[in-house]
């Protein structure tokens, strides 16, 4: 299917790229439909609106920054978008690039969960001290890279 994006062009994409997120994003409710598509900066990846071409986000894997996440989730949230096998869930986080030089973040306190088996997703809020929603990624890659 052809996508129209605001920083891409019109983008194909595959199906399975799709996905969905019934209660929208936090500030972003009545947005609801997405589609994954790879960013040229890997390990980074678009999540793009399908109803408004100007709204994307970058997501990465948090887990490639920071090794001990963890993303405590209660089982009824869950059970909203159909999670009852951890093996079928993929966590993203929202990345943050500042037009002022700060430093690039992600939000480690409220990480995407993403049912891989129908591809609907839930914004999760952690309430787990350790996680930031600014979470600095070049700081903490250095870190990984020096141990």
């Known amino acids: 299917m052809q996508v129209e994006t605001k920083m891409m062009g019109s983008q194909e994409v595959s199906s399975d790229r799709l996905i969905t997120i019934p209660a929208g994003l936090f500030g972003f ?4 439909d997405y589609v994954l598509i790879d960013s040229e900066y890997e390990p980074l990846i678009w999540l793009q609106s399908l109803q408004e071409k100007s709204l994307a986000f970058l997501l990465i894997d948090p887990f490639i920054i920071c090794k001990d996440y963890e993303a405590d989730i209660d089982d009824k949230e869950l059970l909203k978008i159909g999670l009852h096998d951890p093996a079928d869930v993929w ?14 973040t992600a939000n480690l306190q409220g990480p995407l969960v993403i049912n891989k088996k129908n591809h609907q997703c839930l914004q999760a809020i952690l309430s787990d ?6 979470h600095n990624i070049l700081e903490a890659l250095k870190r990984k890279e020096g141990k």
């Open 29 to 32: 409710e009545e947005y609801t």
């Open 91 to 104: 966590v993203l986080t929202i990345v943050t690039v500042p037009g002022d030089g700060k430093p690039v």
């Open 129 to 134: 001290g350790r996680w930031t929603t600014k």
